[in-house]
């Protein structure tokens, strides 16, 4: 037996209130024994796209947390986040911690709605950057996606809120819903560009948006509901002024994989940090 069984593994959904629903993430609330090898072998053995890793070196509710997904550690995870947060409220009680990250320090608090736990994280400073046309015309190719598939008034950009998401925009629900894609091929288009996801985007209305997350590099297909790119494709709304300086945007995601999901995004003016928002609930 590896040293690592003596970790215990809590099981969470983030982005819904039902345990069928979000997605599930891994939480080891105490990982101060566990060395990268069986952090590695623990993520590997749940099989979620992600397990947060928590140490806390303060005692004052400060935490060090780290992110593996089932082939790699990842430098930030949003719903491994919102899980970790639940399930310390549901300990601790509701309240404010804060998670120093490998992608910089993250400020989180739950409140309890009913009979609900929330968790708000507020995103590292994020930034966006153009996607060269070959790169772009791989990435189609990868997701066999035609040219004509993709929304002119969502620009193809690399979005960045703690990892890297290249942002596609789908022409309909319909382009949305028809993901089949060469996974190797899109894994090594994703390991040259260092990208954490995909991020397909359907814009239903202003502020409602539905999303998909091919995550090859972490070893499954697609990602149920993805806090991180939800922070980073806020941060690409509202650079590109697509979205008020001020806005509250609804992301669904995960129905297309019998998972649904809720991802509130909030803009603040003034604040380039990017908040997002869900419940979680705890697995069986």
């Known amino acids: 037996m590896s040293s690592h069984t003596a970790a215990e593994v809590l099981r969470y959904t983030a982005f819904s209130a039902d345990p069928a629903g979000g997605n599930p993430a891994g939480v080891v609330l105490d990982a101060s024994r566990l060395d990268d090898a069986a952090m590695l072998a623990v993520a590997a053995d749940l099989g979620y796209s992600e397990t947060a890793f928590l140490t806390a070196p303060d005692g004052r509710g400060g935490y060090t947390v780290r992110y593996f997904s089932p082939k790699a550690e990842v430098p930030f995870c949003g719903h491994a986040t919102v899980a970790a947060a639940v399930a310390l409220a549901e300990r601790d009680g509701p309240g404010a911690l804060v998670f120093a990250t490998p992608a910089g320090t993250v400020p989180v608090t739950v409140v309890r709605e009913g009979g609900e736990l929330r968790a708000t994280l507020t995103s590292v400073e994020p930034h966006s950057e153009d996607i060269a046309a070959g790169d772009l015309t791989e990435a189609l190719a990868a997701l066999d996606w035609p040219a004509a598939g993709l929304d002119p008034a ?32 899109l894994e090594a288009f994703m390991h040259r560009l260092d990208l954490t996801t995909v ?80 419940t979680g609930t705890r697995i069986g």
């Open 199 to 278: 991020q397909l985007v359907w814009r239903e209305s202003a502020t409602v948006f539905h999303v998909r997350d091919p995550f090859p590099v972490g070893g499954v297909v697609e990602d149920p509901a993805t806090g991180a790119a939800a922070a980073a494709f806020g941060a690409y709304a509202r650079e590109l002024g697509l979205v008020p300086q001020d806005a509250v945007l609804t992301l669904h995601q995960g129905a297309d994989m019998g998972r649904p999901g809720t991802l509130t995004v909030e803009l603040r003016p003034g604040d380039a940090r990017i908040r997002v928002s869900g």
């Open 154 to 185: 969502l620009p193809a950009r690399i979005a960045y809120a703690g990892a890297r998401h290249l942002v596609l925009g789908a022409v309909s629900r319909e382009r949305l819903a028809d993901l089949s894609y060469d996974f190797a091929r």
